[in-house]
Every structure is written in C-alpha cells, then in structure tokens.
C-alpha cells in the first residue's frame, strides 16, 4: 500500500509540512489542557460549570486518542510538541484562579472566559487543519478532525449557555 505521506500521491503536498506540524501543536496541547480542566472542574462553584469541564476533560482525552488515529493513518508515530499558545491560556487561567478564588460568583464567570478561549484556540487550530486536510485529500483524517471540531465548537457554546444562566452563581450544595 502506498504511504500516505508520500508527496507525490497527494494533492497540495506543499501543504504537508505545515499539516504535521500543526498535528503536533496540537496534540501537545490537548495534553497540556488536561492537567488545566481537571483544575477547572475543581475550581467551578457551580454544579453546571464543573460538570462540563468534566465532561469536556473526558472528550479531551477522545480527542487525543482520535488524534493518535489521525497520526497512524498517516503512517506517523504520534508526537506532540510544547503548544505555547496553551501554556499562556493556562497560566493566564491559574492567574485569574488565584485573584478571584475569594469571590465564587466572579470566579465561575472568570473560569468560563478562560475556557471560552481555550475552545476558540482549539477551533481555530482544527478549522485550519480540517481545511488542509481537505485539500490534500484525506478523507479519514478529515473526518475524524472534524469530529473534534465539531465537539470543540459545542463545548464553546455550552459554555456560553451557562456564563448566561442562573447557575453561573448558584453554590454546589
Ligand atoms: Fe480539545
Ligand atoms: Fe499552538
Ligand atoms: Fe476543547
């Protein structure tokens, strides 16, 4: 069987660096946000709030064996490399966690931003790799980036759901 990543069996194989590359970004940062929704969850005061991010901590840990099967479709070990867009959101989120832990009403909202732009940094990342995946023509690893994508988008909007609810500030008990 042919290997994938041959340039030559692909349309815009131009593209084909800057796809793996953004694969590793990528992977490196679902790896890194684990550790940072497992803090989320346990910092959120609402119920609501701390149920998504277990839930999206779960999808994420989905997402990151969906991207070991984007890699093994093309005949690459998966290897993720240091996202340093992630840390910054990360640490901008422990920063946030610290200066408002004393108030849980503006914490949660607090906690809800800083996921918010997380999920957008993700969507972006995937938007851009599902377009390049698409025009290189592989049709798997299209579909399974786009499934991300599209529970990347649902988190977001979730999200919003609840910064716009009632449960933004009511107590866990
Ligand atoms: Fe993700
Ligand atoms: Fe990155
Ligand atoms: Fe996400």
Do not use: W
Not at 6 to 21: G, Q, R, S, T, W
Not at 80 to 97: H, P, Q, R, V
Not at 111 to 128: D, M, R
């Amino acid at each position: 069987m042919a290997n994938k990543t041959e340039k030559n069996n692909m349309p815009n194989a131009h593209l084909h660096e800057l796809f793996v590359d953004e694969l590793k970004d990528i992977l490196g940062a679902e790896r890194q946000l684990l550790k940072g929704l497992k803090k989320m969850a346990s910092t959120a005061h609402s119920k609501k709030l701390r149920s998504a991010f277990e839930t999206h901590l779960q999808q994420t840990e989905g997402q990151i064996e969906r991207l070991r099967s984007v890699f093994s479709s093309l005949d690459m070990t998966p290897r993720g490399k240091k996202c340093k867009a992630m840390e910054g959101l990360l640490a901008e989120a422990d920063e946030i966690i610290e200066e408002f832990q004393d108030s849980p009403e503006v914490l949660d909202a607090a906690l809800v931003a800083a996921a918010q732009k997380v999920e957008h940094y993700e969507i972006a990342s995937y938007g851009c790799l599902v377009t390049y995946a698409k025009l290189m023509e592989h049709d798997e690893v299209k579909e399974l980036l786009g499934q991300t994508l599209a529970e990347e988008k649902e988190t977001d909007e979730l999200l919003t759901e609840i910064a716009m609810s009632d449960s933004n500030v009511a107590p866990i008990v």
